[in-house]
């Protein structure tokens, strides 16, 4: 496959002396894909196409933003209100951590459903959940970038997690702060991570489809490629077909820019940050609630913030956990609906995430919180002796000739 | 590959011309877009209303006396406001205007022959001329003498000898009465 | 395709149980249509006129507008030389001068809006300690921020029975806990607009929520103008890219 020959003579130039146009050709373009991808299979693209966006929008920010306790606020409110298009970068950066996380979730589940974390793809899951982590430490540091009630009491709490560690966790927020509070030396390198850590994700991003391109896309039966008449090139087929997920996803995310901006917002954070006064109800950004509900479902501070973390830290472990050999869930029965279960729950667990911690709202997140692990720790092992799958076609064109596998291809649709 | 690639291009004839049509109709539209959505980008780097609602200095003048200068801020750049003499003015009228690098007649760059009003960035690569006081060399044609590539200033701040490409730039002005003038 | 639509509904159903946080339960609310809510909603510049004379007339005895500048106000409809008048009845520190002093000057178009008291402290001390939030930003700090203010403003009643009011504060059943420094501000012709309209209580709270909106998002005409025009580009983007896909997939069916 190597040595791609170019008409263009600038290109075969440089192509000769750094592959460059030959490594696009083969992952943008001959990229042998399977045929038979389903919508869901857009939202990795789409990811990436996120990303992009927060990367510019954030980089054009920056260049109007002050990171200083006295200014931060204003210097936002002067983005708003006095840059040209300024409060446009804003909105789009705003809600684009919104739909960064509603994309990656999506492609997560995705994942989950299709056993996309199964051998040989254990890596590229993992990659995946370092992808996650990252986020989610840029997003909380953007958040506290305005400076409102909401980004210095986020950042408060967030910060006293670590004070659970034992031994040296006190001395682990001092150092994360730089004083004695969350105060300005916190806002400065807060700013500085901020803007590190997308660059970081970019990399992992990159280690991420390397891994992809060396594993090759799964597909929504769970079984391999058996030869060049189960795949078509990425481009055209998969290019146009992701630049239409683009445009439906743009109408999806820019209506929220342009006519409810701040729907995913707390009020609280146009108040200017007041370390004298907690607002009464504090929350996390959505995308955080299921983790703030796993937290609070616990009455040990130690064990709370162990038991959140271990939440998403269990999703490595998940290609082991999980002992079906059959990868999509279309073959396995019971995983399927235990699917949807899991699903459930993690909606559930967001919901009492934005709930005060009373009542039963304490009894439900203890019993969501519970079932979180059971599934990864009880249920997936089990099915994994128990469950029987249903038969798996013998490959990707199969069930499109065989009438058989109809009702497998009915699905699809 | 080979028989993926028969895929691709389905039937031919009619077919083939209207993806082709759709296809650069598509590309032309999305390239439209694409330029359109990168003008915010651009424009957020030009100064914002709040910049540009502070673009007027006001100076008083009177405690300028004849054959000093002061300097200003105005828009985040340095101002001259110099009180010429009698014989500066005449230094400056004198020169023959057409045979100068930048040909302008001292009249054209000044409302009132006393006051010459600067902006004082030489129109070389942005440093800022000495001249200003009197401990400062003033070049060789007694006006302002940039230290950074040598060119040479004379009386009306017109370039008389060095690199720099222009005279110095008047900026707008005004005079609210005798003794005050709005810069901006 | 169905299940692509849970899953989007499901990510939005999360999302919306933080917005959908109650308001601290029994707060009462008015819903009110404003001009600016929809798509194409649009501020009535005449109410953000009236609005902003209840705000220079009442509010803004004791609320600062700390964000806005005095040029803004063109943006409402008010010409350069009326803007200029409205700064320069107020004065703001300025200086040092050739002396090394500070001094006064009336306030110029390029200056924010000149705060009542000079700091929070002078501000609690004039209020029976109780401090005069802000209002740059009042409609969005607030949830349902436009009707809560106009809720809040009309929401003064006498306690039912057997509620303590306390010594200084007002009992109001928008506010959260009921209980309010602020006393009631609005009445029936307190203001005299000049093009006409009727100064009731209620055309005056209007007016000045009107006003306080603007304050708060200036950007909403300007948004949504532009946001009509870049959905309509992009429907037909996507659907030109949805053809295209056919089109370039009609083979692999």
């Known amino acids: 496959m190597s040595g791609h020959t170019f008409q263009n003579k600038a290109i075969r130039w440089i192509d000769e002396r750094m592959p460059i146009f030959t490594v696009m050709q083969h992952s943008a373009i001959d990229y042998p894909t399977p045929k038979n991808l389903n919508y869901w299979w857009n939202f990795g693209s789409l990811a990436l196409f996120v990303l992009v966006i927060m990367l510019m929008t954030g980089i054009f920010l920056a260049m109007s933003y002050t990171p200083h306790v006295d200014y931060a606020f204003t210097s936002v409110e002067r983005i708003m209100r006095d840059v040209n298009y300024g409060w446009l970068l804003r909105y789009l950066h705003m809600n684009g951590a919104s739909m960064f996380f509603i994309v990656v979730y999506i492609h997560i589940f995705r994942g989950l459903y299709y056993g996309s974390y199964k051998a040989p793809r254990e890596l590229l899951w993992w990659l995946g959940i370092v992808i996650l982590l990252v986020m989610m430490a840029t997003a909380f540091m953007g958040y506290v970038l305005p400076w409102g009630q909401m980004s210095f009491w986020g950042a408060t709490v967030i910060t006293n997690l670590f004070s659970a560690i034992p031994l040296v966790g006190e001395d682990i927020v001092t150092w994360l702060w730089g004083g004695f509070s969350v105060d300005n030396p916190t806002l400065n390198r807060f700013f500085a991570l901020h803007y590190l850590l997308p660059f970081v994700l970019v990399a992992v991003v990159f280690l991420h489809l390397w891994a992809l391109h060396t594993t090759k896309s799964g597909n929504p039966l769970g079984i391999d490629v058996k030869g060049p008449q189960d795949t078509i090139p990425f481009h055209p087929y998969y290019t146009i077909k992701d630049l239409f997920g683009v445009g439906v996803f743009l109408l999806f995310y820019l209506f929220f820019v342009f006519y409810a901006p701040n729907f995913f917002g707390e009020p609280d954070n146009y108040i200017p940050a007041n370390p004298l006064v907690t607002p009464p109800h504090i929350v996390p950004e959505w995308y955080f609630l299921p983790f703030y509900a796993i937290l609070r479902a616990v009455p040990d501070k130690l064990g709370g913030v162990v038991l959140m973390f271990g939440s998403i830290l269990i999703l490595f472990a998940l290609p082991w956990l999980d002992r079906s050999r059959v990868r999509s869930a279309r073959f396995r029965p019971i995983y399927k609906q235990v699917f949807w279960l899991f699903l459930i729950d993690c909606i559930v667990l967001g919901y009492i995430g934005a709930k005060p911690p009373e009542g039963a709202f304490i009894t439900i997140g203890r019993i969501a919180t519970a079932y979180y692990f059971a599934h990864f720790l009880i249920v997936m092992p089990l099915l994994g002796r128990l469950e029987k799958p249903r038969p798996v076609p013998q490959s990707i064109s199969a069930p499109v000739l065989k009438p058989a596998a109809a009702t497998a291809q009915m699905e699809k649709v | ?184 | 395709m169905r299940k692509f639509i849970i899953g989007t509904l499901a990510a939005a159903g999360m999302a919306a149980s933080t917005a959908a946080l109650a308001a601290g339960g029994d707060q009462q609310i008015t819903d009110v249509d404003w001009s600016w809510e929809g798509i194409f909603g649009s501020y009535d510049h005449a109410q953000l006129r009236r609005g902003f004379q209840v705000y220079r007339e009442i509010c803004g005895n004791c609320h600062s507008m700390n964000l806005i500048y005095y040029r803004n106000l063109q943006q409402i409809g008010l010409t350069e030389d009326q803007v200029k008048e409205v700064a320069a009845e107020k004065e703001v520190e300025d200086g040092p001068n050739d002396d090394g002093e500070m001094f006064m000057r009336p306030a110029l178009p390029s200056d924010h809006f000149v705060a009542p008291f000079p700091n929070d402290q002078a501000a609690r001390v004039a209020n029976n300690g109780a401090l005069p939030p802000d209002l740059s930003l009042m409609t969005k700090a607030r949830l349902k921020g436009p009707d809560y203010v106009y809720s809040l403003m009309t929401g003064y009643q006498d306690p039912p029975e057997g509620v303590e009011v306390a010594e200084g504060m007002n009992y109001n059943v928008a506010f959260p806990g009921h209980q309010i420094a602020m006393a009631p501000q609005i009445f029936d012709e307190m203001v005299t607009y000049e093009d006409g309209t009727q100064a009731t209580a209620d055309q005056i709270t209007k007016d000045v929520v009107a006003f306080l909106n603007w304050a708060a998002e200036p950007e909403l005409e300007q948004r949504k103008s532009m946001g009509l025009k870049t959905m309509l580009f992009l429907i037909v983007l996507t659907a030109m890219f949805f053809a295209l896909k056919r089109r370039i997939w009609a083979a692999v069916h």
């Open chain 2, 1 to 184: 590959m080979a028989d993926t690639a028969s895929h691709a291009h389905g039937a031919p004839g009619q077919g083939e011309t209207r993806r082709d049509f759709l296809l650069y109709a598509t590309t032309a539209v999305g390239a439209v877009g694409t330029a359109i959505a990168l003008w915010p980008f651009i424009h957020s780097m030009n100064p914002a209303a709040d910049v540009l609602a502070l673009s007027s200095t006001e100076v008083d003048l009177s405690p300028i006396a004849e054959g000093q200068s002061i300097t200003v801020t105005w828009r985040g750049k340095p101002v001259f406001i110099r009180h010429r003499t009698a014989r500066e003015i005449e230094e400056a009228r004198a020169a023959d205007a057409s045979g100068l690098p930048d040909p302008q007649k001292d009249e054209d760059r000044v409302q009132k022959a006393e006051w010459l009003v600067l902006v004082g960035v030489c129109t070389h690569l942005g440093c800022i001329p000495l001249g200003q006081k009197t401990s400062e060399p003033k070049g060789d044609y007694n006006g302002w003498f940039c230290p950074c590539h040598g060119s040479h200033y004379d009386t009306s701040g017109r370039i008389r000898k060095g690199p720099a490409p222009a005279n110095l730039v008047v900026p707008e002005y005004t005079f609210l009465d005798d003794n005050r003038v709005r810069i901006g």
